[in-house]
Protein backbone atom coordinates (compact mmCIF):
# COMPACT_ATOMS: atom_id res chain seq x y z
CA UNK A 1 0.00 0.00 0.00
CA UNK A 2 1.22 3.40 -0.60
CA UNK A 3 2.11 5.76 1.91
CA UNK A 4 0.32 8.29 0.84
CA UNK A 5 -2.96 6.91 1.77
CA UNK A 6 -2.20 5.79 5.79
CA UNK A 7 -4.19 8.92 6.71
CA UNK A 8 -7.20 7.38 5.60
CA UNK A 9 -9.75 5.89 8.34
CA UNK A 10 -11.64 2.49 7.37
CA UNK A 11 -15.60 3.49 7.07
CA UNK A 12 -17.51 2.24 10.13
CA UNK A 13 -19.33 -0.46 9.39
CA UNK A 14 -23.49 -0.53 9.68
CA UNK A 15 -24.76 -0.70 13.47
CA UNK A 16 -25.65 -4.51 14.43
CA UNK A 17 -28.99 -5.83 13.57
CA UNK A 18 -30.01 -5.49 17.10
CA UNK A 19 -28.85 -1.82 17.12
CA UNK A 20 -30.92 -1.16 14.08
CA UNK A 21 -34.13 -2.90 15.42
CA UNK A 22 -33.86 -0.51 18.31
CA UNK A 23 -33.94 2.28 16.52
CA UNK A 24 -36.95 0.85 14.72
CA UNK A 25 -38.41 0.37 17.30
CA UNK A 26 -37.96 4.15 19.01
CA UNK A 27 -39.87 5.16 15.32
CA UNK A 28 -42.56 3.12 15.91
CA UNK A 29 -43.41 4.50 19.87
CA UNK A 30 -44.43 8.45 18.94
CA UNK A 31 -47.90 8.94 18.62
CA UNK A 32 -49.36 8.52 15.59
CA UNK A 33 -52.93 10.64 16.46
CA UNK A 34 -52.09 14.13 17.04
CA UNK A 35 -54.63 14.16 20.02
CA UNK A 36 -52.19 12.80 22.05
CA UNK A 37 -49.51 15.34 21.48
CA UNK A 38 -50.26 18.29 23.83
CA UNK A 39 -51.21 21.80 22.73
CA UNK A 40 -51.11 25.05 24.52
CA UNK A 41 -54.40 25.15 25.42
CA UNK A 42 -56.26 28.00 27.03
CA UNK A 43 -53.93 28.46 30.20
CA UNK A 44 -51.39 28.79 27.51
CA UNK A 45 -53.30 30.82 25.68
CA UNK A 46 -54.23 33.36 28.82
CA UNK A 47 -50.34 33.35 29.56
CA UNK A 48 -49.59 34.85 26.58
CA UNK A 49 -52.61 37.04 26.02
CA UNK A 50 -51.67 38.56 29.74
CA UNK A 51 -47.75 38.90 28.69
CA UNK A 52 -48.88 41.65 26.01
CA UNK A 53 -50.49 43.60 28.92
CA UNK A 54 -48.15 46.64 30.60
CA UNK A 55 -49.89 46.38 33.92
CA UNK A 56 -52.66 44.41 35.53
CA UNK A 57 -54.95 46.83 37.65
CA UNK A 58 -56.32 45.12 40.80
CA UNK A 59 -60.00 46.21 40.74
CA UNK A 60 -62.03 47.92 43.94
CA UNK A 61 -65.06 46.03 44.67
CA UNK A 62 -67.36 48.93 43.63
CA UNK A 63 -65.16 48.48 40.02
CA UNK A 64 -67.56 48.75 37.20
CA UNK A 65 -67.36 46.86 33.93
CA UNK A 66 -67.32 48.45 30.56
CA UNK A 67 -70.52 47.26 28.55
CA UNK A 68 -70.03 49.10 25.16
CA UNK A 69 -67.27 51.22 23.14
CA UNK A 70 -67.56 54.93 21.64
CA UNK A 71 -66.71 55.09 18.87
CA UNK A 72 -64.82 57.88 15.98
CA UNK A 73 -64.54 56.56 12.07
CA UNK A 74 -64.07 53.08 13.57
CA UNK A 75 -61.28 53.68 16.21
CA UNK A 76 -62.19 53.70 20.19
CA UNK A 77 -62.15 57.22 21.24
CA UNK A 78 -64.17 56.02 24.68
CA UNK A 79 -66.22 53.57 26.93
CA UNK A 80 -69.88 53.22 28.32
CA UNK A 81 -69.68 52.14 31.73
CA UNK A 82 -72.03 49.50 33.56
CA UNK A 83 -73.85 52.42 35.41
CA UNK A 84 -74.42 54.18 31.71
CA UNK A 85 -71.48 57.00 32.33
CA UNK A 86 -69.52 57.11 29.21
CA UNK A 87 -65.69 58.09 29.65
CA UNK A 88 -62.67 58.94 27.21
CA UNK A 89 -60.59 56.42 26.42
CA UNK A 90 -57.76 57.96 28.50
CA UNK A 91 -59.93 58.83 31.85
CA UNK A 92 -61.14 54.86 31.03
CA UNK A 93 -57.34 53.99 31.45
CA UNK A 94 -56.66 56.34 34.66
CA UNK A 95 -59.75 54.34 36.01
CA UNK A 96 -58.55 51.17 35.26
CA UNK A 97 -55.04 51.82 36.80
CA UNK A 98 -56.92 53.28 39.87
CA UNK A 99 -59.04 50.09 40.42
CA UNK A 100 -62.34 51.55 39.26
CA UNK A 101 -63.11 49.71 35.98
CA UNK A 102 -62.79 45.51 36.23
CA UNK A 103 -61.93 42.98 33.53
CA UNK A 104 -59.33 44.75 32.14
CA UNK A 105 -55.51 45.51 31.66
CA UNK A 106 -53.41 48.03 30.22
CA UNK A 107 -51.69 48.05 26.86
CA UNK A 108 -49.40 50.60 24.90
CA UNK A 109 -48.92 51.35 21.15
CA UNK A 110 -46.52 53.83 20.55
CA UNK A 111 -47.32 56.69 23.60
CA UNK A 112 -50.57 55.94 23.59
CA UNK A 113 -52.27 53.77 26.65
CA UNK A 114 -55.25 51.81 25.61
CA UNK A 115 -57.92 48.99 27.50
CA UNK A 116 -57.26 45.56 26.80
CA UNK A 117 -59.82 42.49 27.97
CA UNK A 118 -57.66 40.15 30.04
CA UNK A 119 -58.45 36.66 28.93
CA UNK A 120 -61.24 34.70 31.09
CA UNK A 121 -62.23 32.11 28.10
CA UNK A 122 -65.36 34.15 27.29
CA UNK A 123 -65.48 35.83 23.96
CA UNK A 124 -68.91 37.54 24.97
CA UNK A 125 -66.74 40.47 27.27
CA UNK A 126 -64.24 40.72 25.16
CA UNK A 127 -64.09 44.43 23.89
CA UNK A 128 -63.96 43.73 20.20
CA UNK A 129 -67.57 42.05 20.64
CA UNK A 130 -69.06 45.28 22.62
CA UNK A 131 -71.37 47.03 20.84
CA UNK A 132 -70.63 50.37 19.62
CA UNK A 133 -72.75 53.22 21.57
CA UNK A 134 -72.91 56.66 21.02
CA UNK A 135 -71.23 58.99 23.37
Known sequence: MDSRYTFLQPIPAAPPQTERKNMEN??????????QIPQGGPDLTAALAR???????????????????????GRISGYQLSDGSVVSKEEGVR????GDIKG???????DSEYLKSLPDGSENNNLGNLPSVSG
Not at 60 to 66: H, L, N, P
Not at 95 to 98: E, L
Open 51 to 73: NTLDEIPSPSEAAKDIVGLVKNS
Open 26 to 35: QKDEAPKDKT
Open 104 to 110: VGIAHRK
Open 95 to 98: MAKD
